[in-house]
C-alpha cells in the first residue's frame, strides 16, 4: 500500500474547500493534488450510516476496493465520503463505484 492517512480535521477542511468533488450512489470523492510520492487518504462515514459494526464495514470495503484497484495513485489527498445508501452494498458494488468515480475524474 502506498498511502496514508489523513488523520486531522484541518487535512480533511484542506481537502474539502480546496478540492474537487465527484459522487454516485454510493459514496462521494474529494480529492487534490499534494505534491507528495505517496496519496494521503481519508474516510468519513457519518453516524447516519449505522453503528460502529456498520461504519466499519463500509470503511473497509472502500478502503479494500480501493488498494486492489488504486493502491499505485501518487501525489492526491482523497477524502472518502460514505453516503447512508453504502451500508446496505455488497464489495463488488463499492468497487464498481469508486471504478465509475476515477474514470469521471480521470486522474488514473
Same mark, same amino acid.
Given at each position: 500500500?502506498?498511502? *496514508?492517512?489523513?488523520?486531522?480535521? #484541518? ?6 474547500? +480546496?478540492?474537487?468533488?465527484?459522487? $454516485?450512489? &454510493?459514496? %462521494?470523492?474529494?480529492?487534490?493534488? &499534494? ?5 494521503? %487518504?481519508?474516510?468519513?462515514? #457519518?453516524?447516519? @450510516?449505522? &453503528?460502529?459494526?456498520? +461504519? &466499519? =464495514? @463500509? +470503511? ?6 480501493? +488498494?486492489? !484497484?488504486?493502491? !499505485?495513485? %501518487?501525489?492526491? $489527498?482523497?477524502?472518502? @465520503?460514505? =453516503? @447512508?445508501?453504502?451500508?446496505?452494498? *455488497?464489495?463488488? *458494488? ?15
Amino acid at each position: 500500500m502506498t498511502f *496514508e492517512s489523513l488523520k486531522k480535521t #484541518s487535512e480533511f477542511s484542506k481537502v474539502y474547500k +480546496r478540492g474537487k468533488s465527484f459522487a $454516485d450512489k &454510493n459514496i %462521494v470523492i474529494y480529492y487534490m493534488p &499534494n505534491h507528495l510520492p505517496f496519496c494521503r %487518504v481519508g474516510f468519513s462515514i #457519518s453516524k447516519k @450510516v449505522g &453503528n460502529s459494526v456498520i +461504519r &466499519n =464495514r @463500509v +470503511r473497509r470495503l472502500i478502503k479494500e476496493a480501493y +488498494r486492489l !484497484n488504486f493502491g !499505485n495513485l %501518487v501525489g492526491y $489527498d482523497i477524502v472518502f @465520503v460514505a =453516503r @447512508v445508501r453504502s451500508n446496505q452494498v *455488497e464489495f463488488h *458494488e463499492m468497487e464498481k463505484s469508486l471504478k465509475y468515480i476515477f474514470r469521471k475524474i480521470a486522474i488514473i
